[in-house]
């Protein structure tokens, strides 16, 4: 291939997903796919393509339509986007990757846990353990790692609550899931896969020989026990729900405080008027966009989006942190801006796969951010922005450690 051509195709089909450099900012090369149309072709790790939905319409539009778009992540046009996860694909999948009726069977069966109402009720339980973390942090004084001092372990205390997971266990599975979502290889990923796998069935097996405790325990006794959920369907379930309440929620802390902590006048906004915790969430959400790779399904027949064709079995990507920074719904979208008055961001995807934990990731963000700004006026990083090493662009987007400091240390 002659090096014009190549250079041709390369702007063709731009690679999706690139890795940040900036941790609140896309890719630069996301700028290919950014402004041109809504729809493109992008070429995947291996080398294979897939369709980047881009713009904000398209994309609920296209979400909102299963007919168009299967989740179905055993299908062989499922797009894997990274090499991480390969070996998954031929895994019994959770509920994210199913379609309706069958998505929507599982679904109902988790809704009451995570509904607003269980949510509100939580709330004096989720600042409590705020408190507690944040008072360990100051007995312990700067600079230390807000990771595992208060991002990590306030979001893993309350979603094992929720399933009733021991968090004496967190070591192992804090550890295991970390393995899975930045696994090196498809083989790692698989190996945690099967630890986490046997550690809920030794649970519900548990569970099922007397009551146990949060969701599984409710769902081994009513539903398992009763003969309308398969035992490895609850085992698939509460491993998905385990490391999406880890990974997401603390992923977003620690990159909300470096945000805020990047733009002063936004937090001394929010510093001066506590009611503007709603918004300054929302837009955080819009503006980290941390899992922008999930939107990922497979075209179910051929359609038309955005100019093109697409044909049945291929592969879209419906890219939330491109969708998010579409200039025609979100001006100067590149300006983070607590007072934009956005709810309607597609940050936890859109339509019948929206994510199930929105209004406990939406709580937590709401309690911590302004815990840990108040009672730690002088918070601080500790290191340069340009420093942190951030994590690729195949997984969920965030930093495994952020050295934080406060006061004259
Ligand atoms: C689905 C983002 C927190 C559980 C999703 C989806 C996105 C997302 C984009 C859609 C996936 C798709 O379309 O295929 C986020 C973000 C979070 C967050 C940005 C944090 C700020 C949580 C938490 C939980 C959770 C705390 C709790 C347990 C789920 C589940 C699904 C999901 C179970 C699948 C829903 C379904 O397929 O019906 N999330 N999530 N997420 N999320 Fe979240």
């Not at 895994?91 to 009726?101: A, L, T």
């Not at 109402?117 to 705020?130: D, E, G, T, W």
């Not at 393995?179 to 099922?208: C, H, R, T």
Request: with cysteine; glycine share 8%; hydrophobic share 40%.
């Amino acid at each position: 291939m002659s090096e014009t051509m190549a250079t041709e195709t390369a702007r063709e089909a731009p690679p999706f997903p690139q890795d940040r450099t900036c941790p609140y900012q896309p890719p630069a090369g996301y700028d290919e796919f950014r402004g041109k149309g809504e729809v493109h072709r992008a070429t995947l790790y291996d080398g294979t393509e897939a369709w980047v939905v881009s713009a904000y319409a398209a994309a609920r539009e296209l979400l909102a339509d299963a007919g168009r778009l299967s989740a179905d992540r055993q299908d062989d046009g499922y797009p894997i986007v990274s090499e991480r996860m390969e070996g998954i694909k031929y895994q019994p999948p959770s509920f994210v990757g199913m379609d309706p009726p069958e998505h929507n069977r599982h679904r109902r069966m988790m809704l009451a846990e995570f509904s607003v109402k269980s949510v509100a009720a939580l709330r004096p339980r989720i600042q409590a353990l705020v408190d507690e973390y944040i008072d360990e942090m100051l007995q312990h004084g700067g600079p230390l790692d807000l990771v595992p001092a208060f991002s990590l372990p306030v979001p893993s205390r309350v979603i094992c609550e929720i399933l009733g997971v021991p968090y004496a266990d967190h070591t192992f599975f804090q550890e295991a899931s970390q393995n899975l979502v930045q696994a090196d290889s498809p083989e790692q990923a698989l190996q945690s896969v099967g630890e986490l796998s046997v550690y809920f069935d030794d649970m519900i097996s548990k569970y099922l020989q007397e009551p146990g405790p949060g969701m599984i325990g409710r769902l081994a006794g009513d539903k398992v026990a009763g003969g309308e959920l398969y035992k490895h369907e609850l085992i698939m379930n509460a491993l998905m729900l385990l490391i999406a309440g880890h990974e997401t929620t603390a992923s977003m802390i620690t990159l909300s405080v470096i945000t805020l902590l990047q733009h002063p006048d936004q937090l001394a906004l929010l510093r001066k008027d506590e009611a503007l915790i709603g918004p300054a969430v929302e837009e955080l959400l819009r503006y980290l966009s941390i899992a922008d790779i999930a939107g990922a399904r497979v075209a179910a027949r051929d359609f038309e989006a955005g100019g093109h064709l697409i044909r049945e079995g291929e592969g879209v990507i419906v890219a939330n942190s491109l969708a998010n920074r579409d200039p025609s719904v979100f001006p100067d979208p590149d300006r983070f801006d607590i007072g934009r008055g956005n709810r309607h961001h597609v940050a936890f995807g859109y339509g019948v796969h929206q994510c199930l934990g929105q209004n406990l990731a939406r709580a937590e963000l709401e309690i911590a951010l302004p815990a840990l700004f108040n009672r730690i006026p002088g918070l601080r990083l500790a290191v340069d922005v340009d420093d942190l090493k951030l994590r690729d662009g195949g997984t969920v987007q965030g930093v495994n450690e952020l050295l934080i400091t406060w006061g004259d240390r």
